[in-house]
């Protein structure tokens, strides 16, 4: 099976600017999960997407929102950019049914905010 | 909200020496354990876990073990290579509704030839 993938690799962008980026799973996942990875703050959740409905939120501002997709593929858009969400964003597949909790991450974007 | 402390933060073996790398959590309902390998520049992979119905599993030269009653657990790499240097996460889940991590805060690994 292909593993997951996402685009694009490498973003710069400009504050104040928004940004779109996706992520598809492993064929047959349903669950995409989204993380931010930043040297300070190391790994942190930031949603969960299953069967396109939003099943868990992390401890982010509203600025940062996704969506997902009836073939399970999976944005996440980050409106109004900070200096701060300058970020390695990693997006996690997995089958997302009850008791099978193994997750598999995409190669990340690499955001740089100027 | 679900707590994951690693340590040590730094750790630094010679070829052929074991490592070991401890993670306590703080919610005990959580039930899947997972480590994580991320090399430099790449994306973190799965490299073992454990669900909480079980106390140790081992994969060739890795293993870890999980103490319930502690709420700690543990990564075990044996008879290291320069191959394994590179930053290992824990995490812990709570599986009710979802599939949200709470990670650890990382552990540099580097074996020294």
């Known amino acids: 099976k292909a593993g997951v993938t996402q685009t694009p690799r490498y973003l710069i962008k400009t504050r104040g600017q928004q940004v779109t980026l996706s992520c598809s799973p492993i064929s047959g996942h349903r669950s995409v999960s989204w993380y931010q990875q930043t040297p300070g703050q190391g790994l942190q959740f930031l949603f969960e997407y299953f069967s396109e409905t939003q099943r868990n939120k992390g401890n982010f501002p509203g600025r940062f929102s996704g969506r997902q997709f009836s073939n399970s593929r999976s944005e996440m858009n980050v409106s109004t950019l900070e200096l701060g969400d300058s970020a390695l964003y990693l997006c996690a597949s997995s089958p997302g049914v009850t008791g099978v909790t193994e997750q598999y991450f995409g190669p990340g974007t690499r955001l740089t905010v100027t | 909200g679900e707590n994951v402390e690693q340590h040590p933060s730094t750790l630094s073996v010679q070829e052929g020496d074991s490592a070991v790398i401890k993670c306590t959590y703080s919610d005990s309902a959580s039930n899947y354990f997972p480590w994580y390998k991320q090399e430099l520049g790449k994306r973190p992979q799965l490299i073992i876990d454990?669900?909480?119905?079980?106390g140790e599993k081992k994969d060739q030269r890795i293993a870890v073990t999980l103490n319930k009653t502690a709420k700690h657990f543990s990564l075990h790499i044996t008879e290291t290579q320069p191959e394994d240097s590179a930053v290992y996460f824990c995490?812990?889940?709570?599986?009710?509704?979802?599939?949200?991590?709470?990670f650890g805060e990382g552990t540099q690994l580097t074996v020294n030839p």
């Open positions: 995490a812990a889940i709570k599986w009710t509704s979802g599939s949200r991590l709470t």
């Open positions: 454990i669900r909480s119905n079980v």
